[in-house]
């Protein structure tokens, strides 16, 4: 008991902030576990415990989350008052049951019944009206609240989501917003009594079902100067380009007498974009762009089978930006960011990266091809000075490849990306060439990374759809090909053993159903470090038996001599599987002493290469990849 005290009063006799800071670390049980040691514990850890309150009804929870709420509303001064800053509101209906799907269907001779839905018990319905006094006074009890994440649930009553809002109107310190499935909300909220907000995200926000909570988004930027950061995803995905909103709508309310906004952060899904006097000046400030499935003017993008021709005029067309111009005028704007993700890859968005330096992270789908030479006709061009211009200073890459080729990791590549020395966490995807060649590819990213990234915490490594499958809408074997090169790269990194020089290995995720993680481990007696894999076997149907083939792998890894005695009592096929198994370190081996010379050769490989594609700057002039050059905007929809 002496020593545990003497542990207590070791920590208590830290200062305050540090405490602080050990506590953030803790889960909430082990937070409240610790609370319960000592008062001075408990003090300390109030923040902790009551920083995030989440509200969240259903019929199996619905009597802890009522009272819950009954004592937010019927205390005037509690420690969620002071000391919660983050609030998470779902359900707001007793009579939700996140395991009802609906009422059944039967079949008759006149077709399909749709059957009854089902009666609440009474004793919900008790719930909601006890909760209809409680709910106004629980939320507006948060005076320190300074973020609220709503997502409608689908048995919301309209007066709860009112409720909601008025209550959220009376909180001085809330600065961020975030929306979630907008159309599911019983009224147009009035997003513009909101005051003091710094940061909004919403999603689910259509031109067709949500115009007026559009609406009510733009008078809210209008009233709130001191705004950062604007995140909207549309609901348009699967719609045509006319149902779209537009970045003008979001400003359109905005004061022109007024100084524009400083905007840090901008993220866009299914948006027109039209960059022009009333919507740049809002841009100057942005260190933050994320523009994905943009639509451009006139349908430039591939327009899938089931959509008919758009329904927008001339005028109505001009209020869109291609995303050639959009970059053009980042350029000329001189708009440097910081932090960059798109969908689609053009000939000026290279030259804007190669304008400047300074970018930390970067996220490209490199997609808006329709053949395999445009595609890596631009991969090449990107990887030099586009992407040089920024290696000492970019820590987060990731580069999704829709299909296999020049965007992916490989020889023509591995130099350039290894010059990355401060990357935190890569991403990319490799080839599926012949065995030998696609094992080589998988250790030498690893390798690479080992050896040029001493700051990595994180590799992931992405399969890609082969080019042959390119434009094909389905029917197509891309999902087989990729967990089929999956079960590839899962087998090459249970084999993989570093080099003797090694002495840190990053986290590795392969992308699978479901992702596997890898973590080092090691050295092992020879000095090396290895992979094994977290995740148990999964049960993917293309390929069931290859995991219980990995999972022995690690096993091998680990513990050869009990894996052979459990795998087979025939001593005659342990001899088999341990000469199989010398055979296959031997070809390690083999194949690390010679990486050396491989990696020598890389400045041969690339001096060819630039001989091959030679790139004179500046980026404008890019040779037409089709019969129509116009065709290196059609972005094919995956």
């Known amino acids: 008991m002496g020593e545990l005290e003497q542990s207590e009063s070791r920590l208590l006799s830290l200062a305050p902030e540090l405490i602080q800071a050990i506590s953030d670390e803790l889960t909430i049980d082990t937070a409240k576990d610790l609370r319960l040691t000592c008062k001075q514990f408990g003090e300390f850890l109030h923040p902790r415990i009551f920083r995030d309150l989440t509200i969240n009804f259903t019929q199996a929870t619905y009597e802890n989350d009522l009272f819950k709420v009954r004592l937010l509303a019927a205390t005037d001064f509690h420690a969620t008052s002071t000391e919660t800053r983050t609030l998470k509101i779902t359900s707001l209906s007793p009579a939700y049951d996140p395991g009802y799907s609906g009422p059944g269907w039967t079949s008759s001779d006149d077709g399909w019944i749709k059957g009854p839905e089902r009666e609440d018990p009474p004793e919900v319905k008790v719930a909601e009206e006890e909760l209809k006094g409680y709910l106004f006074k629980a939320i507006a009890s948060l005076r320190s609240l300074e973020s609220v994440e709503l997502t409608p649930g689908r048995k919301d009553g309209e007066w709860a989501h009112k409720d909601a809002m008025n209550a959220l109107e009376t909180l001085p310190n809330l600065r961020v917003l975030s929306i979630y499935d907008a159309d599911l909300f019983k009224f147009p909220l009035p997003l513009h009594n909101l005051s ?31 705004i950062t950061s604007i995140s909207m995803t549309s609901s348009s995905y699967w719609s045509s380009g006319d149902e779209c909103p537009s970045l ?8 022109q007498s007024f100084p524009p906004l400083r905007l840090r952060r901008l993220l866009l899904m299914s948006y027109r974009i039209k960059l022009d006097d009333l919507t740049l000046p ?29 329904g927008l005029n001339h005028a109505e067309e001009i209020q869109r930006s291609t995303l050639d111009d959009i970059w053009k005028m980042m350029k000329i704007s001189g708009i440097y960011l910081q932090e960059l993700a798109l969908d689609v890859v053009v000939p000026s968005f290279l030259e804007y990266l190669a304008s400047y330096s300074g970018l930390k992270k970067l996220c490209i789908v490199a997609g808006g091809f329709n053949s395999g030479y445009s595609s890596d006709s631009m991969a090449r061009q990107f990887f030099s000075t586009p992407f040089i211009n920024h290696v000492q200073s970019l820590e987060d890459l990731t580069i999704r490849a829709p299909y296999e080729g020049s965007w992916c990791f490989g020889r023509w590549n591995q130099a350039i990306v290894s010059s990355c020395k401060n990357l935190k966490k890569l991403e990319m995807a490799i080839v599926s060439a012949r065995l030998h060649e696609f094992e080589r590819n998988v250790i030498g990213l690893i390798d690479t990374v080992s050896k040029s990234m001493p700051q990595l915490d994180s590799l992931i490594i992405s399969t890609a759809t082969p080019e042959s499958d390119r434009g094909a809408w389905c029917g197509n074997g891309a999902m087989e090909h990729s967990a089929y090169t999956a079960r590839r790269i899962i087998l090459s990194v249970n084999k993989y053993r570093s080099l003797p020089t090694c002495r840190r290995l990053p986290h590795l995720t392969v992308e699978d159903d479901p992702p596997r993680t890898f973590i080092p481990i090691g050295p092992d007696e020879d000095g090396r470090l290895h992979y094994t894999n977290t995740n148990p076997p999964s049960h993917n149907k293309h390929y069931p038996s290859q995991d219980d083939d990995y999972s022995s792998q690690d096993d091998n890894h680990s513990s050869q001599d009990d894996n052979y005695s ?26 690390h002493s010679s990486l050396d010379d491989y990696y020598s050769s890389l400045d041969d490989d690339y001096s060819s290469l630039d001989d091959d594609y030679p790139i004179i700057p500046p980026y404008p002039t890019i040779p037409p990849w089709d019969d129509d050059p116009s065709s290196l905007y059609h972005r094919p929809f995956y």
């Open 282 to 310: 809002h841009l100057r400030h942005l260190t933050s762009l994320d523009l994905r499935n943009i639509e451009e003017p006139y349908n430039r993008r591939r327009r899938r089978p089931w959509e008919g021709p758009s």
């Open 196 to 226: 003091s907000i710094e940061e909004i995200s919403a999603s689910g926000i259509s031109v067709q079902y949500t115009p007026r909570i559009l609406d009510n988004i733009a008078k809210l930027v209008a009233r709130s100067p001191k």
């Open 248 to 255: 003008h709508d979001i400003f359109k309310h905005y004061p």
């Open 566 to 591: 459990s795998q087979n009592d025939n001593h005659s096929s342990q001899d088999n599987n341990h000469s199989s198994q010398d055979d296959d370190h031997s070809y390690l081996d083999d194949e």
